[in-house]
């Protein structure tokens, strides 16, 4: 990606996430503490009591401190089919604008040690893959958008402390699983050419330095 496209990019997320922040502020007010709580136990059932993820018959993301934005425009891409998945569609498109506005606002402030268990020894090549992207292949810093602690921020996903395998999976995939409505692009799009320049080694790295941050 040049620095043209990725300013573009940039400003176009700048401008969405500005959007969807009014939009969830509209949305609030409208869900009872009870409610929450019955809808956040079951998220909790396959995404971990912590909501620090869960390995299952696949792995189930960790939601903890993830940013309230994205989580929003996931679950909304969930229902609109533009991110295949069959058990989060039938997830996602049962909440409420209001109850999808509180649930994201609940997963934000949980802290959770990360769950681990990723390959130490690729650990490093995993943190200056981050740090500094791979100029031969046109892959920029991670933390270019990311953030330097991969805390994310406004659309831009946490990825600190996600599962390894989850990570494998979603850079192995991401054709194959959002973008999926290509009348509608959405931010997938600016992470679509990186996720295909990276090799598969280089996936398995940067998942493993990622999985052990705090
Ligand atoms: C039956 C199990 C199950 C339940 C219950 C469930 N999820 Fe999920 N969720 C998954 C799986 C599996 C994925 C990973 C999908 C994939 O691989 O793309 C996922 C992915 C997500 C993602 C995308 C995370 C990311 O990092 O991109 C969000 C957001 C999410 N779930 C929110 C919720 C919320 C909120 C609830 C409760 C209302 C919930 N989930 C309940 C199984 C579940
Ligand atoms: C130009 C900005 C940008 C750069 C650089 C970038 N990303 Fe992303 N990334 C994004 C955006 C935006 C999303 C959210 C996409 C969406 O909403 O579907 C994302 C999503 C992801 C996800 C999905 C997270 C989840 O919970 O499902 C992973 C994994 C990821 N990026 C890894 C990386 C890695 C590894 C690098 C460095 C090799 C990187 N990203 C570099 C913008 C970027």
């Given at each position: ?75 909304k891409a969930f229902i ?93 995939n991401w054709d194959k ?38």
């Amino acid at each position: 990606m040049n620095l043209q496209s990725l300013t573009r990019t940039t400003a176009f997320v700048v401008a969405a996430s500005i959007s969807t922040m009014a939009h969830a502020q509209e949305k609030t007010g409208h869900v009872s503490a009870p409610e929450l709580r019955a809808k956040t136990d079951y998220c909790k059932t396959c995404h971990g009591v912590e909501a620090q993820g869960f390995r299952g018959s696949f792995p189930m993301p960790r939601l903890a401190g993830q940013q309230p934005e994205y989580v929003e425009n996931q679950l909304k891409a969930f229902i609109e089919h533009r991110r295949r998945n069959p058990v989060m569609f039938n997830v996602a498109h049962a909440l409420s604008p209001a109850m999808l506005a509180a649930l994201t606002d609940e997963f934000k402030n949980l802290k959770p040690k990360p769950l681990g268990g990723a390959p130490k020894a690729i650990v490093p090549e995993g943190k200056k893959i981050y740090d500094e992207g791979i100029p031969g292949a046109n892959v920029p810093p991670c933390a270019s958008c990311h953030g330097p602690e991969a805390k994310g921020v406004g659309q831009f996903p946490r990825l600190a402390g996600q599962l390894n395998d989850y990570v494998i999976k979603k850079l192995t995939n991401w054709d194959k699983e959002r973008g999926q409505n290509k009348a509608n692009p959405d931010a997938s799009a600016i992470m679509q050419p990186i996720a295909h320049d990276l090799t598969d080694a280089q996936i398995r790295a940067v998942a493993a330095y990622v999985s052990e941050l705090n």
